[in-house]
Protein backbone atom coordinates (compact mmCIF):
# COMPACT_ATOMS: atom_id res chain seq x y z
CA UNK A 1 0.00 0.00 0.00
CA UNK A 2 1.37 3.47 -1.26
CA UNK A 3 2.45 6.01 0.89
CA UNK A 4 2.31 4.50 4.67
CA UNK A 5 3.71 1.07 4.62
CA UNK A 6 3.01 -0.03 8.59
CA UNK A 7 0.83 3.14 9.14
CA UNK A 8 -2.09 1.79 11.39
CA UNK A 9 -4.93 3.92 9.44
CA UNK A 10 -3.96 2.91 5.89
CA UNK A 11 -3.05 -1.22 6.77
CA UNK A 12 -6.61 -1.40 8.42
CA UNK A 13 -8.03 -0.23 5.34
CA UNK A 14 -6.04 -2.56 2.79
CA UNK A 15 -7.51 -5.41 5.25
CA UNK A 16 -10.96 -4.51 4.85
CA UNK A 17 -10.35 -4.38 1.07
CA UNK A 18 -8.26 -7.62 1.02
CA UNK A 19 -11.08 -10.18 -0.11
CA UNK A 20 -11.80 -8.13 -3.23
CA UNK A 21 -7.63 -7.64 -3.96
CA UNK A 22 -7.68 -11.34 -4.34
CA UNK A 23 -11.04 -12.24 -6.26
CA UNK A 24 -8.93 -9.55 -8.61
CA UNK A 25 -5.60 -11.38 -8.57
CA UNK A 26 -7.59 -14.57 -9.02
CA UNK A 27 -9.78 -13.58 -12.03
CA UNK A 28 -6.72 -11.88 -13.65
CA UNK A 29 -4.53 -15.75 -13.16
CA UNK A 30 -7.42 -17.41 -14.76
CA UNK A 31 -7.24 -15.12 -17.85
CA UNK A 32 -3.62 -14.90 -18.52
CA UNK A 33 -3.45 -19.26 -17.68
CA UNK A 34 -6.65 -19.28 -20.53
CA UNK A 35 -4.72 -16.45 -23.08
CA UNK A 36 -1.66 -18.61 -22.98
CA UNK A 37 -3.19 -21.52 -24.19
CA UNK A 38 -4.80 -20.26 -27.12
CA UNK A 39 -2.80 -17.54 -28.37
CA UNK A 40 0.78 -17.17 -29.92
CA UNK A 41 3.65 -15.53 -28.13
CA UNK A 42 3.42 -12.38 -28.74
CA UNK A 43 6.60 -9.37 -27.49
CA UNK A 44 5.03 -7.03 -25.09
CA UNK A 45 6.25 -3.26 -24.03
CA UNK A 46 5.98 -2.46 -20.76
CA UNK A 47 3.13 -0.04 -20.03
CA UNK A 48 2.56 2.73 -16.78
CA UNK A 49 0.74 1.19 -14.29
CA UNK A 50 -0.38 4.73 -13.03
CA UNK A 51 -2.70 7.65 -14.84
CA UNK A 52 -1.13 10.71 -13.59
CA UNK A 53 -2.15 14.24 -14.14
CA UNK A 54 -0.34 17.27 -15.68
CA UNK A 55 1.15 19.05 -12.65
CA UNK A 56 -0.15 21.93 -11.49
CA UNK A 57 1.01 25.10 -12.03
CA UNK A 58 3.21 27.52 -9.67
CA UNK A 59 1.19 29.13 -7.28
CA UNK A 60 2.18 32.00 -4.61
CA UNK A 61 3.24 29.73 -1.26
CA UNK A 62 1.60 31.20 1.98
CA UNK A 63 3.36 32.09 4.95
CA UNK A 64 4.65 29.46 7.47
CA UNK A 65 2.68 27.73 10.21
CA UNK A 66 2.14 30.17 13.22
CA UNK A 67 2.27 26.99 15.42
CA UNK A 68 3.14 23.49 14.90
CA UNK A 69 1.40 21.34 17.78
CA UNK A 70 3.67 18.33 18.46
CA UNK A 71 1.87 16.82 21.42
CA UNK A 72 0.78 13.53 19.67
CA UNK A 73 3.04 10.47 19.68
CA UNK A 74 1.59 9.45 16.15
CA UNK A 75 0.05 10.37 13.17
CA UNK A 76 -3.08 13.23 13.38
CA UNK A 77 -6.24 11.77 11.99
CA UNK A 78 -8.83 15.04 12.22
CA UNK A 79 -9.06 18.29 14.39
CA UNK A 80 -12.12 20.89 15.06
CA UNK A 81 -11.98 23.92 16.43
CA UNK A 82 -14.08 25.91 19.42
CA UNK A 83 -16.33 27.87 18.37
CA UNK A 84 -14.29 30.94 20.16
CA UNK A 85 -11.44 30.19 17.63
CA UNK A 86 -9.54 29.59 20.66
CA UNK A 87 -9.07 25.94 20.91
CA UNK A 88 -7.90 23.10 18.74
CA UNK A 89 -9.38 19.42 19.65
CA UNK A 90 -7.04 17.03 17.86
CA UNK A 91 -6.88 12.93 17.51
CA UNK A 92 -4.59 10.61 16.67
CA UNK A 93 -3.70 6.65 16.02
CA UNK A 94 -1.92 7.43 18.87
CA UNK A 95 -5.03 6.61 21.12
CA UNK A 96 -5.87 10.41 22.50
CA UNK A 97 -7.91 13.14 21.73
CA UNK A 98 -5.87 16.26 23.13
CA UNK A 99 -7.45 19.85 23.68
CA UNK A 100 -5.19 22.53 23.30
CA UNK A 101 -4.39 26.55 22.86
CA UNK A 102 -4.66 27.70 19.54
CA UNK A 103 -2.45 30.53 20.11
CA UNK A 104 0.61 28.61 22.51
CA UNK A 105 0.24 24.93 21.60
CA UNK A 106 -0.77 24.61 25.86
CA UNK A 107 -2.44 21.50 26.41
CA UNK A 108 -5.61 21.74 28.87
CA UNK A 109 -6.53 18.12 28.78
CA UNK A 110 -5.61 14.69 27.36
CA UNK A 111 -8.38 11.89 27.15
CA UNK A 112 -6.71 8.57 26.44
CA UNK A 113 -9.30 5.94 25.15
CA UNK A 114 -9.08 2.02 26.44
CA UNK A 115 -7.80 -0.97 25.02
CA UNK A 116 -5.04 -1.72 22.25
CA UNK A 117 -6.30 -1.02 19.40
CA UNK A 118 -7.50 2.45 20.20
CA UNK A 119 -6.68 4.36 17.15
CA UNK A 120 -9.20 7.59 16.91
CA UNK A 121 -10.20 8.61 13.42
CA UNK A 122 -12.97 11.11 14.08
CA UNK A 123 -13.33 14.24 16.40
CA UNK A 124 -16.08 17.39 16.61
CA UNK A 125 -16.18 20.14 19.19
CA UNK A 126 -20.44 20.99 19.42
CA UNK A 127 -21.47 23.95 18.36
CA UNK A 128 -22.50 25.62 21.63
CA UNK A 129 -18.50 24.82 22.52
CA UNK A 130 -19.22 22.30 25.61
CA UNK A 131 -18.55 19.00 24.51
CA UNK A 132 -16.53 17.45 22.24
CA UNK A 133 -17.34 14.23 20.62
CA UNK A 134 -14.68 11.41 19.22
CA UNK A 135 -14.48 7.56 18.23
CA UNK A 136 -12.61 5.45 16.28
CA UNK A 137 -11.34 1.84 15.99
CA UNK A 138 -13.93 1.26 19.50
CA UNK A 139 -16.68 1.53 17.39
CA UNK A 140 -18.37 4.36 19.73
CA UNK A 141 -18.59 7.49 19.88
CA UNK A 142 -16.94 9.32 23.21
CA UNK A 143 -18.82 12.80 24.24
CA UNK A 144 -16.54 14.59 26.68
CA UNK A 145 -16.45 17.92 28.55
CA UNK A 146 -14.96 20.30 26.40
CA UNK A 147 -13.51 22.11 29.81
CA UNK A 148 -12.31 19.32 31.35
CA UNK A 149 -11.94 15.83 29.34
CA UNK A 150 -14.73 14.10 31.23
CA UNK A 151 -16.71 11.23 30.31
CA UNK A 152 -20.57 12.70 29.47
CA UNK A 153 -22.05 9.66 27.59
CA UNK A 154 -20.54 6.92 25.27
CA UNK A 155 -22.94 5.95 22.21
CA UNK A 156 -22.60 2.93 20.81
CA UNK A 157 -23.11 1.59 17.06
CA UNK A 158 -23.31 -1.62 14.92
CA UNK A 159 -20.24 -1.52 13.57
CA UNK A 160 -16.09 -0.85 14.29
CA UNK A 161 -14.30 2.10 13.10
CA UNK A 162 -16.13 5.56 13.25
CA UNK A 163 -14.62 7.31 10.75
CA UNK A 164 -16.52 10.59 10.70
CA UNK A 165 -18.46 12.70 13.62
CA UNK A 166 -20.83 15.70 12.64
CA UNK A 167 -23.37 17.62 15.14
CA UNK A 168 -26.11 19.04 14.41
CA UNK A 169 -26.04 23.19 14.04
CA UNK A 170 -28.48 23.32 17.34
CA UNK A 171 -25.81 20.95 19.18
CA UNK A 172 -29.42 19.02 20.10
CA UNK A 173 -28.46 15.86 17.68
CA UNK A 174 -25.04 14.11 16.91
CA UNK A 175 -24.20 11.48 14.05
CA UNK A 176 -21.56 9.33 13.36
CA UNK A 177 -20.42 7.05 10.34
CA UNK A 178 -18.67 3.68 10.29
CA UNK A 179 -17.27 1.22 7.98
CA UNK A 180 -20.30 -0.98 8.13
CA UNK A 181 -21.47 1.23 5.45
CA UNK A 182 -23.93 2.98 8.07
CA UNK A 183 -24.76 6.26 9.90
CA UNK A 184 -25.89 6.30 13.65
CA UNK A 185 -27.90 9.55 14.49
CA UNK A 186 -28.61 10.20 18.43
CA UNK A 187 -30.15 12.57 20.71
CA UNK A 188 -26.92 14.20 22.23
CA UNK A 189 -28.75 15.01 25.37
CA UNK A 190 -30.17 11.49 26.23
CA UNK A 191 -28.26 9.12 23.50
CA UNK A 192 -31.22 7.32 22.58
CA UNK A 193 -30.60 6.35 18.58
CA UNK A 194 -33.17 8.71 16.61
CA UNK A 195 -32.21 6.89 13.09
CA UNK A 196 -30.26 4.61 11.15
CA UNK A 197 -29.20 5.30 7.77
CA UNK A 198 -27.88 2.16 5.47
CA UNK A 199 -27.89 3.36 1.28
CA UNK A 200 -24.38 3.42 1.17
CA UNK A 201 -22.64 0.11 0.46
CA UNK A 202 -19.08 0.63 1.39
CA UNK A 203 -17.60 2.05 4.43
CA UNK A 204 -18.94 5.91 5.32
CA UNK A 205 -15.67 8.17 5.62
CA UNK A 206 -17.20 11.60 6.86
CA UNK A 207 -20.21 13.55 7.39
CA UNK A 208 -22.01 16.71 7.00
CA UNK A 209 -24.76 18.22 8.66
CA UNK A 210 -26.11 21.15 6.27
CA UNK A 211 -26.24 24.64 7.94
CA UNK A 212 -30.08 24.39 8.41
CA UNK A 213 -30.10 21.22 9.97
CA UNK A 214 -32.31 19.67 8.04
CA UNK A 215 -30.11 16.95 5.81
CA UNK A 216 -26.86 15.10 6.33
CA UNK A 217 -24.30 14.69 3.58
CA UNK A 218 -22.45 11.11 4.00
CA UNK A 219 -19.14 10.72 1.68
CA UNK A 220 -18.43 6.38 1.31
CA UNK A 221 -15.45 4.79 -0.11
CA UNK A 222 -18.39 3.62 -2.28
CA UNK A 223 -17.63 6.57 -4.68
CA UNK A 224 -21.01 8.61 -3.72
CA UNK A 225 -22.06 11.67 -1.58
CA UNK A 226 -25.38 11.15 -0.54
CA UNK A 227 -28.01 13.64 1.49
CA UNK A 228 -30.64 12.72 2.76
CA UNK A 229 -33.45 13.92 5.62
CA UNK A 230 -31.87 13.78 8.98
CA UNK A 231 -35.24 13.77 10.50
CA UNK A 232 -36.72 10.76 8.60
CA UNK A 233 -33.51 9.00 6.99
CA UNK A 234 -35.27 9.71 3.02
CA UNK A 235 -32.61 9.98 0.38
CA UNK A 236 -33.13 13.17 -1.44
CA UNK A 237 -30.13 12.73 -3.97
CA UNK A 238 -26.72 10.10 -4.34
CA UNK A 239 -24.24 12.10 -6.24
CA UNK A 240 -21.98 9.68 -8.54
CA UNK A 241 -19.69 12.05 -10.50
CA UNK A 242 -17.10 10.79 -8.72
CA UNK A 243 -15.32 7.74 -9.69
CA UNK A 244 -13.37 6.54 -6.63
CA UNK A 245 -13.65 6.49 -2.98
CA UNK A 246 -14.86 9.66 -1.55
CA UNK A 247 -12.97 10.89 1.82
CA UNK A 248 -14.22 14.58 2.22
CA UNK A 249 -17.31 16.65 2.22
CA UNK A 250 -18.23 19.80 3.40
CA UNK A 251 -21.47 22.65 2.74
CA UNK A 252 -21.05 25.55 1.96
CA UNK A 253 -22.09 28.38 4.95
CA UNK A 254 -25.20 29.02 3.03
CA UNK A 255 -26.46 25.48 2.13
CA UNK A 256 -26.17 25.95 -1.83
CA UNK A 257 -23.44 24.05 -2.32
CA UNK A 258 -21.57 20.72 -1.25
CA UNK A 259 -18.06 20.22 -2.09
CA UNK A 260 -16.13 17.00 -2.10
CA UNK A 261 -13.14 15.13 -2.73
CA UNK A 262 -11.60 11.47 -3.32
CA UNK A 263 -8.31 9.58 -3.40
CA UNK A 264 -6.97 5.96 -2.74
CA UNK A 265 -5.85 5.99 -0.07
CA UNK A 266 -6.56 1.33 1.39
CA UNK A 267 -6.44 0.70 -2.62
CA UNK A 268 -3.76 -1.96 -3.28
CA UNK A 269 -1.61 -1.27 -6.37
CA UNK A 270 -0.80 2.73 -7.86
CA UNK A 271 -3.16 5.45 -7.51
CA UNK A 272 -6.07 5.59 -9.17
CA UNK A 273 -7.13 8.04 -11.89
CA UNK A 274 -9.83 10.38 -12.20
CA UNK A 275 -8.98 11.85 -8.30
CA UNK A 276 -10.54 15.40 -7.70
CA UNK A 277 -12.63 17.43 -5.71
CA UNK A 278 -15.47 18.88 -7.12
CA UNK A 279 -18.49 21.41 -5.87
CA UNK A 280 -21.91 20.62 -7.00
CA UNK A 281 -25.65 21.71 -6.07
CA UNK A 282 -27.40 19.01 -3.36
CA UNK A 283 -30.79 20.06 -5.13
CA UNK A 284 -30.05 18.69 -8.36
CA UNK A 285 -26.73 16.58 -8.12
CA UNK A 286 -25.07 19.17 -11.52
CA UNK A 287 -21.93 19.44 -10.90
CA UNK A 288 -20.47 22.55 -11.23
CA UNK A 289 -16.88 22.50 -10.71
CA UNK A 290 -13.87 19.95 -10.92
CA UNK A 291 -11.20 20.98 -9.35
CA UNK A 292 -7.57 19.00 -10.62
CA UNK A 293 -5.29 21.34 -8.90
CA UNK A 294 -4.10 19.01 -5.95
CA UNK A 295 -1.03 18.18 -7.05
CA UNK A 296 -0.21 14.98 -9.59
CA UNK A 297 -2.18 12.69 -8.54
CA UNK A 298 -5.30 15.19 -7.24
CA UNK A 299 -6.07 13.21 -4.59
CA UNK A 300 -7.73 15.33 -1.80
CA UNK A 301 -8.46 14.01 1.44
CA UNK A 302 -9.66 16.98 3.52
CA UNK A 303 -11.76 20.19 2.70
CA UNK A 304 -13.20 22.80 3.94
CA UNK A 305 -15.37 26.15 3.03
CA UNK A 306 -14.46 29.66 4.85
CA UNK A 307 -16.60 30.69 6.44
CA UNK A 308 -17.93 34.10 4.37
CA UNK A 309 -17.84 30.83 1.83
CA UNK A 310 -15.12 32.28 -1.28
CA UNK A 311 -12.43 30.37 -0.81
CA UNK A 312 -11.83 26.47 -0.47
CA UNK A 313 -8.46 24.93 1.19
CA UNK A 314 -7.87 21.26 0.63
CA UNK A 315 -5.19 19.06 1.47
CA UNK A 316 -4.57 15.55 0.77
CA UNK A 317 -1.18 13.43 -0.51
CA UNK A 318 0.94 16.20 -1.37
CA UNK A 319 1.36 17.18 1.76
CA UNK A 320 0.53 20.96 1.11
CA UNK A 321 -3.05 23.13 1.79
CA UNK A 322 -4.21 24.78 -0.95
CA UNK A 323 -6.50 27.89 -0.94
CA UNK A 324 -9.02 28.05 -4.38
CA UNK A 325 -11.76 29.56 -5.68
CA UNK A 326 -15.12 27.68 -5.70
CA UNK A 327 -16.64 29.44 -8.36
CA UNK A 328 -13.55 29.45 -10.56
CA UNK A 329 -10.96 26.74 -9.65
CA UNK A 330 -8.51 29.24 -9.28
CA UNK A 331 -5.92 28.80 -6.89
CA UNK A 332 -4.82 31.61 -5.04
CA UNK A 333 -2.01 30.12 -2.19
CA UNK A 334 -0.39 27.20 -1.49
CA UNK A 335 0.84 26.49 2.33
CA UNK A 336 3.33 24.04 2.80
CA UNK A 337 5.65 22.45 5.53
CA UNK A 338 3.79 19.14 6.30
CA UNK A 339 5.85 15.72 5.70
CA UNK A 340 2.96 13.20 5.15
CA UNK A 341 -0.70 13.02 3.59
CA UNK A 342 -2.93 15.42 5.35
CA UNK A 343 -5.90 14.26 6.47
CA UNK A 344 -7.84 17.35 7.81
CA UNK A 345 -8.06 21.31 6.91
CA UNK A 346 -10.54 23.13 9.33
CA UNK A 347 -11.05 26.80 9.02
CA UNK A 348 -11.23 29.07 12.32
CA UNK A 349 -14.58 30.25 13.06
CA UNK A 350 -13.51 33.59 13.12
CA UNK A 351 -11.86 32.87 9.34
CA UNK A 352 -8.20 34.43 10.51
CA UNK A 353 -6.37 31.13 10.64
CA UNK A 354 -6.62 27.19 8.80
CA UNK A 355 -4.85 23.94 10.57
CA UNK A 356 -4.23 20.97 9.20
CA UNK A 357 -4.08 17.59 10.64
CA UNK A 358 -0.92 15.27 9.00
CA UNK A 359 0.07 11.72 9.24
CA UNK A 360 3.44 13.55 10.15
CA UNK A 361 2.72 13.39 13.65
CA UNK A 362 1.80 17.23 13.76
CA UNK A 363 -1.08 19.49 13.41
CA UNK A 364 -0.24 23.07 12.26
CA UNK A 365 -1.79 26.47 12.41
CA UNK A 366 -1.82 28.56 9.44
CA UNK A 367 -2.26 32.45 8.96
CA UNK A 368 -5.23 34.02 6.42
CA UNK A 369 -5.94 36.71 5.07
CA UNK A 370 -7.83 37.67 1.77
Not at 11 to 33: D, G, Q, S, Y
Not at 262 to 290: F, H, I, M, Q, Y
Not at 298 to 313: F, Q
Not at 320 to 333: A, E, H, K, N, V
Amino acid sequence: MRHSQGRIRLFLLFVRNLPRVLACIMALLLAACSSSTNAAPTSTTPTPTTVRATPTPKVPIGPAALLVYKGHSNGVINLSWSPDSKRIASCSDDGTVQVWDAKTGKASWTYTFPGKANYVFAVAWSPDGTRVAAGGASGAVTILNASSGHVMATLTTQGNFIQGIAWSPDSKRIAAGNNNNLVTVWNASTGKQLLLYSGHSDSVERIAWSPDGKEIASASHDGTVQVWDASTGKQIISYKDHNNPVWTVAWSPDGKKIASGTGSAGESGPTRSGNSARVWDPTTGKTLLTYEGQGSNNEVYALAWSPDGTRIASAGDEYSIRIWDPSTGQTYLLYSGHTDIIWQVAWSPDGKEIASASQDGTVRVWPYSQ
